[in-house]
């Protein structure tokens, strides 16, 4: 499928309303919040507040 991840929900949070355990869930490699200025106009892989799954972070110095 390509840079995405498919996968079966084992556990939730008590604030989860979208999913529940045994759903079939598939996940884009990149994540988003929806709430910046991209992500009202769907450029969700431009969220300031985004990246991407399993991204190495670089430290500083």
Avoid: N
């Avoid at 759903?23 to 990246?51: K, Q």
């Amino acid at each position: 499928m390509g840079h995405v991840a498919i996968g079966v929900v084992e556990a939730v949070g008590t604030e989860v309303r979208a999913v529940k355990v045994g759903d079939l869930v598939v996940m884009p490699f990149a994540y988003s919040d929806g709430t910046c200025a991209f992500c009202h106009e769907s450029l969700h892989m431009a969220c300031v507040h985004g990246g991407f799954w399993l991204q190495r972070r670089r430290s500083a110095g």
